[in-house]
């Protein structure tokens, strides 16, 4: 049995032609490139969650997901926005608003399902958790969908939706 090579000495060139790093270098890259992934564990606010169980991950703004949409189909998101409308009949749908960018949210189960969104969140943040696709309704389904809206709400039949599994209504600081 031959014995296993050990390798260079300390210090010396490698068979690679390049120092080894030293132990104190070689934690620093390990830091380096630990550092980011640790930057990006979402932590989620404290509150109530109506809906499934939320999967921590990164919460992104809506007007960002907004600027590049396709970049967020078929994925499912943590999107924060703030509440401007909720159906005002069941809790089946609700309009959110970040800045210049709005999009209508529905449940995943459709109306009538085992959630609602509650009518006390219009005018707070929220954290949405669904999918987001570009949305064409109907006219009959607008129609339908204006006549549960407060007054001074419209329904735009073109935009962007999400098919959410939850919310997080964060507590009030």
């Known amino acids: 049995m031959r014995p296993a ?6 210090g010396s060139p490698s068979a690679y032609g ?8 070689r934690n620093l ?11 990006c564990q979402a932590t989620l606010p404290a509150g109530r969650t109506v809906g499934e169980s939320i999967e921590p991950k990164n ?7 907004h600027a590049a949409p396709s970049d ?23 309009k959110i608003k970040d800045g210049d960018a709005d999009a209508m949210v529905r449940w995943e189960e459709g109306c009538g399902g085992k959630y609602a969104f509650p009518s006390d969140i219009v005018g707070r ?15 009959e389904d607008a129609e339908h969908l204006q006549s549960e809206a407060a007054p001074g709400v419209t329904i735009e ?6 098919n959410a599994s939850a919310i997080l209504i964060p507590s009030e600081q």
């Not at 090579?5 to 300390?10: F, V």
């Not at 890259?29 to 930057?39: D, Q, T």
Request: proline letters at 8%.
């Open 125 to 139: 943040r929220i954290v949405i958790q669904g999918s987001f696709y570009p949305k064409l309704l109907s006219e």
């Open 29 to 39: 890259l390990f830091l380096g490139c630990l550092l980011p992934l640790l930057a």
């Open 18 to 25: 390049s120092t080894p790093l030293k132990t104190p270098m």
């Open 157 to 162: 039949r073109e935009g962007y939706e999400f």
């Open 59 to 65: 919460i992104v703004a809506l007007s960002v997901v």
């Open 5 to 10: 090579w050990p390798g260079p000495a300390r």
């Open 72 to 94: 967020y189909f078929e994925q499912t998101l943590l999107v924060d926005a703030e509440a401007v409308a909720v159906c005002q009949s069941m809790g089946c749908w609700m």
